[in-house]
């Protein structure tokens, strides 16, 4: 029996996202990104159409690697001004009962101290349904924000990303025992003393002693997202990450990636098959195959070139304003995504890109594929993606909102369920039990494991 395929909505508390321009499009709405009720409408949608869980992106600092300026993301929304998403996760948690939720968090800005306490929060408001998209930055104007000249190099960001983990783990999985707050009131006792101690780190980039501020939430570690295709990247997420994004424009980019991170979760002792992997794509749906590529030519003319350029150059690091417009784009290592350069010069040794392609591609859905057709077409290019690379489902861009999310729940998901290749109700638990399986915590062949109190307690969270 095929497997199920997962989807979670893509979006980000932000106008635009990955389509820029589209905003100006007539029923577009991502507009209202600051008003609550766009998010709480979009849950409830999600939550109809048995989403796994809206994947929250986020970036701190501007897109101003395009013409040296931020002028460019400020005059075609690109990404720009956008907002926290962790404060958009209580208001939805509040109408829906499965749905769940990954925040992108930059760990290269935010102590660990504070930033453990909040999701552990936020798995307590949700019962469990959070997620953290592990990422460490790409973008100097975020380092400059933070008051250093530039960001780190690519590769030392994820050496500090290793103590980082090791560090909120600590704070997650070993400061309080399960059944540390007692809540007996009858001796006056809320927190047992001696089943609470500090969590205690000396490292090179960070020190920790501290008693972690929450008690244990219903996953311990929320669900663990990344994001990061480049060879550090993988070699990470092998090692931590429970579900991994990929972005790539082809088959030939994505399938060896896939691949990659399999291998390299099984030498590091974790069950490959275990590791869900989302690919980036965009639908573009109607009732039948020409109605959708006519939606499609309508949502093109709002594109931004100049939008998609800024998007891509901030990925990059490379300023694509200095090229030609039918110049072809050459590799050039930066400290910015090496995935995202690699994508548009490497990836697929029988493509070559222009800038101009590339502000195409770009334009709707970032630098995923855009699967346009009908309900039967688009249920065929996702399944045979999926057996051409190994991916386990997808991160559903939008061209405009919410509109691409609502064709999908009432167009692609009932083809699918028809197929048997999507879910006809949640599963219970939580978000981890929901995508895979086994208990609320993480197994003890995770490295987070190792920071649980004893054996005994480690069993206990299996």
Known sequence: MAKEILFNAFSMNAVGHQSPGLWRHPRDRSGEFNRLSF????????????????????????????GASPAAALRHGTQVPSNDPALLVPAMAAVTRHLGFGVTSNLTYEPPFPFARRMSTLDHLTKGRIGWNVVTGYLDSAARAAGLAKQRGHDDRYAVAE????????LWEGSWDDDAAVRDAARGVFADPAKVRPAVYRGRHFSLDAVHLSEPSPQRTPVLYQAGSSPAGRAFAARHAECVFMSGPSVAALKPRVADIR??????????????????ATVVTGPTDAAAETKLADFRRYVSPEGALTLMSGWTGVDLS??????EVRHVETDAGRTA????????????????QVAEQVGIGGIGPIFVGSPATVANLMETWIAETGVDGFNLAYAIAPETFEDIVEHVVPELQRRGRYKRAYVSGTLREKLVGGGPRLPRSHPAAGFRPSRDHAEAAE
């Not at 200095?322 to 110049?327: K, V």
């Not at 350069?341 to 101009?356: L, Q």
């Open 39 to 66: 998010w709480t409408d979009l849950a409830k949608t999600l939550e109809a159409g048995l989403f796994d869980g809206l994947f929250l992106a986020d970036v701190l600092g501007v897109y101003d690697v395009y």
């Open 163 to 170: 103590e980082y983990m090791d560090v909120v783990y600590s």
């Open 263 to 280: 291998r390299l979760a099984a030498e590091a002792g974790r069950d490959p098959s275990a590791i869900k992997i989302f690919a980036l």
């Open 322 to 327: 200095t090229y030609q417009l039918d110049e």
């Open 341 to 356: 350069m690699e994508n548009i010069t490497r990836a697929d040794p029988s493509r070559v890109w222009t800038v101009r």
